[in-house]
Each structure stands twice: as structure tokens, then as C-alpha cells.
């Protein structure tokens, strides 16, 4: 707590907490984490059931709507997601405008803020018939925009969504078939698909979900606030980190080079960090990263690469890195991000595309979150004060006489 006298000339305090270490944002119903206990409840449902019991839009409706659907409710709200799976074909064209190489992530941030100039009646967000259709069109287009994204950066023709599939079947049909060809629905790669959807849908206050709410706070349309949040999501210390994860894994290569990893990331002169290991909230094993390692081994099993070299070194670094004293004193565990860049490059999505996934999967929670912000009658906008470091007054100075 900050005594604000000597700088603002009148009484009062500030709280100054780099980083929102404590200091909680808004209030929420939607996701609980008990970081020192490792417990991920979706409006009170543990994760793993519903990872393993749930679709994925049963899920996301009860991220939106806080119980989990009826039939007739799972029914209605399927019908009206694969009503608004296809983009506007005038969008389509807009992918040709980015550079052939560009990083899908790029291309997800520019077209979902594009959504906007395409969608004028879901912006109002005054309007809840609007609010529900902004959410409805994220949820469903952000399949078709990622693998567009994604057939676009490999100069494949668009796969347009086929609506009888499931959501994570037409997804995965939409990036990896090919024309000329039958594209074959594998049930254990689609549930794996699933799974990783459920396990990324919502995590509280992160960065980016964070993003949404401070950019919704000024009343700025959902597809803007998905966008910012997009962005946010992009860097390395965020969604980012399952490409670095498995990277970082590659270039370890063999078991026998991983102590030397080990003793860089407990270096302070060495920026080096294990990627894919610690967490702000979770003090404990992430729950999530559970789920991952099981779905892991099921989809390399599956795809016959459960000799994968490259899952040996995250096994074997896990095992080190957990009976390391410098991991356990400061309680870092590997996350989600540890196995799900193997499960991914296994389920044949290209590195650059890892944070499309997430990207994808986290819109219900972004679309939830910010619909909770916004139906808050107490809502102000996001406008959080500073502790200033610079100058006091001085005097101006013109140029000519400045040395
Ligand atoms: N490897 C080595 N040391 C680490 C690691 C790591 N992966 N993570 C944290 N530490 C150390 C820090 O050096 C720091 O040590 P110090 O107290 O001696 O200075 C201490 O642990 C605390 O780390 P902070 O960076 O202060 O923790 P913070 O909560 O700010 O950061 C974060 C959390 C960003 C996830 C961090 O653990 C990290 O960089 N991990 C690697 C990147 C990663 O996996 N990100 C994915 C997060 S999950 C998600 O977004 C889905």
C-alpha cells in the first residue's frame, strides 16, 4: 500500500501490485482454481469430468450460461452454433491480403477484429439479442477462421465446415483434409481435439482473458475485445508457451542432455526457463497438465509414436525437475503447456498453430467472461492508476537552447 500525499498533493492510498499478484480484478462465477491444492472447477465442475464426460459445446454452454444444458437446450444451442459456422465469403478474401508466411496468430488477431466490418448486428452491446449473437458467431466461426488460418499459411485450398460433425471433428476436417480425398474421422484424435478444447475453454483472470475484460470495460464490440485478448495470448509467457515448450524440447533432444537444461533454468545469469514448468496460480501440479500427459500418450499411442524421443526427454525431465530442490522450494510443476505441444504436433498441427488452438478453445471463456462483465449492473470501465516514477514539474525548454 502506497501513501499517494507527497505525490498527488491530497490524502489517500494505492494499492501497487506489479504483476496483480493479490489483487483481484472483478468478481466471478464462472471459474475456480485452487492453485495450492491444483483444483480447476468450471462453475463448480472439476475438470476432469468434464474433460472426460462432456463435448465441448456442452461445456461451453455451461461457461455461458452457468448449468449444463438439458437435451433439448444441448440440441437448440448445437443448431444455432452450426448456423453461424460458415464465414462471410467477401472474409474469405481477406485472408489473401496477408504474406503467404505470415504467423496464423497474426492472421487470427486482424480477421476476428475484422469481424466487426462484417457483423453490424452484433455490436450494439447494449442490446442482449446482440451480446447473444456476438457469442454465437464467435463460438462458431472461430473454428473456420483458424483452420483457414492455418490452410492458408501451408497454400492449401479453405476446407469449408461440414455441420453434421462434431464440433472438434469438423474442426480438425476443416485443417487436415485435403480435396481429391476422403478425410477420415479418427475418434480417438477427435476426443484427444476435444479434450484439449475442454481443458483450455477458461482459466479465471489470466493475461489475455484479463485483455477482454479491460478492453470490454469501454464498451468497445466483442470481436475488438476477442481480438485484443488474441493478441495477449500470442506471447511466450502465455499461450505462447506450448510452441516454446516443444521447442525447447527438441533441442534438448536426449535424455543425457537434460541436467544441463536443468542447470540453466536454476542459473539467474542465464535467462533460460524450462518452458511449459511453473504458473502463477497453480503451487501444485496443474490439473490440467494431468489430463494432458494421459491424452498424450493416448493420441501417440494412436498415431503409433509412443517410442517418440521426444516424449522420453519431457518425462524424464518432468521426473528431475521434480525432485529438484530449486522446483520444489519454489513449487514449480510442469502446466498445461508441458505435453500439449507433443500432443498437438502429434495430432499433425504444425507449431505455429498451437496457439490458434488455444486461441479457439478460449473464446467461450472470453465470450463468458466478458458477457459476465458486461451484465453487471456495478460495471465500470477498467482504469487502473499508476505509482509515478518520473520528473516533477520543471520548466520547458526550447530546442535551441537544449544541450
Ligand atoms: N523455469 C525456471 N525458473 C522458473 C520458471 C521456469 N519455468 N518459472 C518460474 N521460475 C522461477 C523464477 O525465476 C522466479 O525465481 P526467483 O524467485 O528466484 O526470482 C520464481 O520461479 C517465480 O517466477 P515468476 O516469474 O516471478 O513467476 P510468475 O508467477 O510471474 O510467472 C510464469 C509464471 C510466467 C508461468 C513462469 O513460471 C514462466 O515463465 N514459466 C515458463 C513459461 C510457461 O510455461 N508459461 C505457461 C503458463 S500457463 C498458460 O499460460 C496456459
Redesign the pocket.
Known amino acids: 500500500v502506497i501513501d499517494i500525499t507527497s505525490l498527488y498533493g491530497r490524502t489517500g492510498c494505492f494499492t501497487y501490485d506489479p ?1 496483480f499478484t493479490s489483487t483481484a480484478s472483478c468478481e466471478s462465477k464462472i471459474t475456480y482454481i485452487d492453485g495450492d491444492k491444483g483444483i480447476l472447477l468450471y462453475r463448480g465442475y472439476p475438470i476432469d469430468e468434464l474433460a472426460e464426460h462432456t463435448t465441448f459445446l456442452e461445456t461451453a454452454y455451461l461457461l455461458l450460461y452457468g448449468e449444463l444444458p438439458t437435451k433439448v437446450q444441448y440440441d437448440a444451442f448445437k443448431l444455432r452454433i452450426t448456423r453461424h459456422t460458415m464465414l462471410h465469403e467477401q472474409m474469405n478474401r481477406f485472408f489473401s491480403g496477408f504474406r503467404r508466411d505470415a504467423h496464423p496468430m497474426a492472421i487470427m488477431v486482424g480477421v476476428v477484429g475484422a469481424l466487426s466490418a462484417f457483423y453490424h448486428d452484433s455490436i450494439d452491446i447494449r442490446d442482449p439479442w446482440q451480446r447473444e449473437m456476438a457469442s454465437i458467431r464467435m463460438i462458431a466461426k472461430m473454428p473456420t477462421i483458424a483452420a483457414m488460418a492455418y490452410k492458408y499459411s501451408i497454400g492449401q485450398p479453405f476446407v469449408y465446415p461440414k455441420n453434421e460433425l462434431d464440433y472438434s471433428a469438423n474442426f480438425m476436417r476443416m485443417c487436415f483434409a485435403v480435396p481429391c480425398e476422403e478425410y477420415e474421422i479418427d475418434p480417438v484424435l477427435t476426443r484427444a481435439m476435444r479434450r484439449i478444447f475442454i481443458l483450455h475453454a477458461d ?1 479465471e483472470q ?1 493475461a489475455s482473458t484479463s485483455t477482454v475484460r479491460l478492453a470490454g470495460s469501454s464498451g468497445a464490440n466483442p470481436f475488438a475485445c476477442i481480438s485484443a485478448g488474441i493478441a495477449c495470448l500470442w506471447g ?4 505462447g ?1 506450448n510452441e ?2 516443444l521447442m525447447m524440447l527438441e533441442e534438448i533432444g536426449s535424455v543425457s542432455r537434460i541436467e544441463e537444461y536443468v542447470r540453466r ?2 542459473d ?1 545469469d542465464d535467462p533460460f ?8 496460480v497453480y503451487k501444485n501440479y496443474d490439473p490440467r497438465a494431468k489430463i494432458m500427459q494421459k491424452t498424450c500418450h493416448e493420441v501417440l499411442a494412436a498415431v503409433g509414436h509412443q517410442d517418440d524421443p521426444i516424449l522420453k526427454v519431457a518425462m524424464e525431465l518432468e521426473k528431475i525437475a521434480l525432485s529438484d530442490e530449486y522446483f520444489i522450494e ?1 513449487k ?1 510443476y510442469p ?3 508441458f505435453y500439449s505441444g507433443i500432443t498437438l504436433k502429434a495430432l499433425a498441427s504444425p507449431p505455429t498453430c498451437f496457439t490458434v488452438l488455444f486461441a479457439l478453445a478460449r473464446t467461450v471463456g472470453w465470450i463468458a467472461q466478458w458477457k459476465e462483465m458486461i451484465e453487471d449492473p456495478s460495471q465500470r470501465i477498467g482504469r487502473p492508476r499508476q505509482l509515478y516514477t518520473g520528473a516533477t514539474e520543471r520548466a520547458f525548454v526550447p530546442m535551441d537552447d537544449r544541450h
Open positions: 504483476g482459466h489470466n511466450p509467457a502465455h499461450g508457451a516454446a515448450a533454468a536454476k539467474k526457463r524450462l518452458m511449459g514448468f511453473g504458473h502463477r519454489k514449480l502446466n498445461i503447456d
